[in-house]
């Protein structure tokens, strides 16, 4: 019998209502996404066909497309050469190509490994250090600082990439890796600081105190018991670090040319013969999102806090 | 022995300073010393790509030829017009589908992630991606859109009326997750109790959507419009690889026109300008709302 459930819950037919459209919302917001996964395993005729093809024969041309670079051969010379050791050689000879060199992708790709990686590890050690004091110590005008830092957000990133831009040049740090590490760490502090203060403040004071009367410095306090209880709130904000870092195109594409580029500005300069090659920008795209969807699930329970700078908690 | 100082090590004071000076210095470098350079140079008629002329000051008039200047206003117009519409249809969607997921279904959680996706994702590369979409010829948006109704050809990116709409439709794509997510922290923080005394008084279902969950959910509502507010006053990532704030300056928001100022006409005096009134005009804007939401609840 059903007469112990409370009037509150909502009747099961506007639950299966509810269902049903959120199910329909997520089919239609998850089909850009899956369009350009399903994009990455066409071949260039397929993907510029009308009506789009749903139904496709897979294939690894987008890839091969993405990590190499080829040129146009005529018959002749194809012929002339010994036959394809590789099955990617023989699907690019099948184009009448051959394959010149591996592409910038892969460098493009570990760029932003390495400036996301070092940005998440410095954003988060001297966030976890702020803090720990803002939320232990009594701070001269603490509330202001706060505030600062966090309003360090509000600028628009061109209004400040002119002048990074001449100081870069001026310190030599244009263009590099440690100086969009730099860049990148400045960035996520304020986000840092903001997420880890409120982490930070659900850890009873009393765990420390403990440690401090047995004979502990504050700083053995920090780092032996503070930091291993802040385990997980430091994983969820080093996630959102290096979510950011990884997405950031802005100050990318006006510092960084050669050397430091990462993917994002990269991946829209992928251009085949007569266009743009959408199965290898699909490719670059799926590879390059993997990670952060990845990260998305990992991260579902603190989502919330992250997005809002902790001002939000469940 | 002195009752402060009853524990070894440096004294709470020095960790303090310790912990905090590096994350001050590095934002004063990183942060404000650039922001107090572009307010310098913002007097003067430098130009960062002429290495050796020494610039001059000429007060206020970089300031005067923004304000002056029919294009900048138009550009604001713009920008103002993508706010309206996509803080509108986020707040509308987001919310409706917090009050939606709030029933408690099976497997919402699931659902809650899979809808959140988009809002993770590379801003550029999406727009790259819904430049493909959206291609008049083969793109899957056009396909869908004529399976529908049949409007024949059309170029959602290439033509100017459409091309506000195009970044309208691919930000509220991407964002509306974001106020869903904190619609449903509100939604969830309401206690039970009220709308048990509700239901004893005798409220109809819809007296108490508009007197109990409404005004809870409005602080929160109000306050991911802030976040998403100062975020697409200064969009640039998207719109910059979906449209280039093409055709014309149809989608040529602030930022981008900054940009093209600052870093290709490289009139470095004129747009650090352009860019402090910008700043001005966001953290104005952002402290009034503030003030206004504290007000709201309050009450």
Known sequence: MDTSRSYLEPSSFSKKLAATIIIVYTVITLIPISWMVMTSFKNVNSAISYPPEVLFEPSLEGYVNLFTNRSRQSQEYLDSLPAPETWYEELVRSREMVITGPSKFLGRYSNSMIIGFGSTFASVFLGALAAYAFSRFRVPLKDDLLFFILSTRMFPPIAVAVPIFIMYRKLGLGDTHLGMIILYTVVNLSLAVWLLKGFMDEIPKEYEEAAMIDGYSRLQAFFKVVLPQAMTGIAATAIFCMIFSWNEYAFAVLLTQFNAQTAPPFIPTIIGEGGLDWPAIGAGTTLFLLPVMIFTIILRKHLLRGITFGAVRK | ?299
């Open chain 2, 1 to 299: 022995m002195s009752v402060k100082k009853k524990f070894k090590g440096l004294s709470d004071k020095a960790v303090a300073w310790l912990f905090i000076g590096p994350s001050v210095f590095l934002l004063l470098a990183i942060n404000i010393y650039p922001l107090i350079y572009a307010i310098r140079m913002s007097f003067t008629n430098f130009y960062a790509n002429k290495i050796g002329r020494e610039p001059q000051f000429v007060g206020l008039k970089n300031y005067i030829k923004v304000l002056n200047k029919e294009a900048i206003w138009e550009k604001m117009q713009v920008t103002a017009n993508f706010m309206f519409w996509t803080l509108l249809l986020q707040a509308l969607i987001g919310l409706g589908l917090a009050l939606l997921l709030n029933r408690k279904f099976k497997g919402n959680e699931l659902l809650t992630t899979l809808i959140v996706l988009p809002m993770m994702l590379s801003p550029a590369v999406v727009g790259v991606f819904w430049t493909y979409l959206y291609n008049p010829q083969v793109g899957l948006f056009n396909y869908v859109v004529n399976f529908f109704y049949d409007f024949g050809s059309f170029d959602m990116i290439g033509s100017s009326e459409l091309a506000p709409w195009s970044i309208v439709i691919v930000d509220t794509w991407m964002w509306t997750p974001f106020t869903m997510l904190i619609c449903l922290a509100g939604l969830r923080s309401v206690p039970n109790y009220l709308y048990e005394a509700a239901e004893v008084d005798r409220a109809s279902k819809w007296q108490q959507f508009i007197y109990i969950t409404l005004p809870s959910v409005l602080p929160f509502l109000l306050l991911a419009l802030l976040f998403r507010g100062i975020e697409n006053f200064k969009m640039f990532d998207m719109v910059v690889e979906l449209t280039s704030g093409g055709p014309g300056s149809a989608t040529e928001l602030a930022s981008i026109n900054l940009k093209r100022e600052a870093f290709e006409k490289w009139k470095t005096g004129y747009s650090s300008a352009f860019a402090v009134i910008l700043f001005v005009t966001i953290f104005g804007f952002g402290n009034v709302y503030v003030k206004v939401m504290n007000k709201i609840k309050e009450r």
